[in-house]
């Protein structure tokens, strides 16, 4: 499948070597064709786990990580859209070159079938990264259709890997530039894109709001997915709160502009504490 569906990922190309006989064979990953060696598969058997040999030890302990952790993750991104998801692949390396965590990740598509072969960068020394970007990219498998390649659905899949990963991800935050940019309405309307800070930006803190006012995650992203490529933010608070769609961005932009200390982060309403 041609479409990407990212988070800050920037992909680079390898000479492609033998890959290892040793474990399954490797699926054919988004961006990657270097050697895929075969680290382990999780308890669960829903996620098996593969590394560029390249990247030495720092890169080996993070995917040995990501082995011990994948199950946990998974089951609590179960929780968070209320279905069981499938099995996925996972090859982690330096993408964009980075070793930190910062090239994100990717994968094919928003679900189970073309996006189950995901990309994640290297975080040397920091697996909780490693665990936060695969959360990105599953809880996007996990909201079917195309919602993971809007503005909607690019937010919802940070704030669950800001949730599942204990926002280990603070550095990728969208929400201030948002507002520095001039706080354009994107309630009331879709980007159909996931790589525009500004509408995700908007997203974050909007949902920031709602889990602040007691709508958990778990109750979001159903609605989120129920709604589909379509929904607006302005809709997915009418239903949360039965309040009238039209006054979810007024409403929003008030809350915002109260704000003590303005927009510094994902989080401007302490919504996920």
């Not at 199950?71 to 980075?98: C, E, K």
């Not at 809880?139 to 809007?150: N, P």
């Not at 039965?242 to 927009?263: C, D, E, I, K, R």
Request: hydrophobic content about 40%; proline content about 4%; charged content about 15%.
């Amino acid at each position: 499948m041609s479409m990407h569906h990212r988070i800050r990922a920037t992909a680079i190309s390898k000479k492609a070597r033998a890959a290892s006989a040793t474990g399954p064979a490797a699926p054919q990953w988004p961006s990657y064709q270097g050697t895929s060696q075969y680290v382990g598969t999780s308890p669960s058997g829903r996620l098996t786990v593969y590394v560029d040999p390249t990247l030495g030890a720092p890169g080996l302990q993070n995917a040995q990580d990501l082995v011990n952790d994948g199950d946990r993750v998974a089951n609590a991104n179960d929780a968070i859209f209320g279905t069981t998801g499938g099995s996925v692949s996972v090859i982690i390396y330096a993408l964009g070159g980075a070793t930190d965590g910062t090239g994100g990740a990717d994968h094919g598509g928003c679900d189970y079938t073309t996006g189950n072969a995901i990309e994640v960068c290297a975080s040397f020394g920091n697996s909780a990264r490693v665990s936060a970007l695969f959360e990105a990219e599953l809880s996007e498998c996990s909201m079917g259709g195309d919602l993971c390649g809007y503005s909607t659905g690019e937010a919802l899949s940070r704030w669950c890997a800001a949730e599942v990963g204990n926002n280990a991800l603070s550095d990728f935050a969208t929400a201030p530039t948002w507002a520095q940019d001039g706080m354009a309405d994107w309630v009331d309307q879709v980007e159909p894109t996931d790589q525009d800070a500004d509408s995700i930006g908007c997203g974050m803190a909007f949902l920031s709001w709602l889990m602040s006012q007691g709508y958990a995650l778990d109750q979001i992203a159903p609605a989120m997915v129920t709604l589909g490529t379509n929904g607006t933010l302005a809709q997915l608070y009418s239903n949360l709160t039965s309040q009238a769609a039209s006054g979810a961005w007024s409403n929003f932009l008030a809350a915002v502009n109260a704000l003590p200390n303005g927009v510094t982060s994902d989080d401007p309403f302490g919504g996920g504490a």
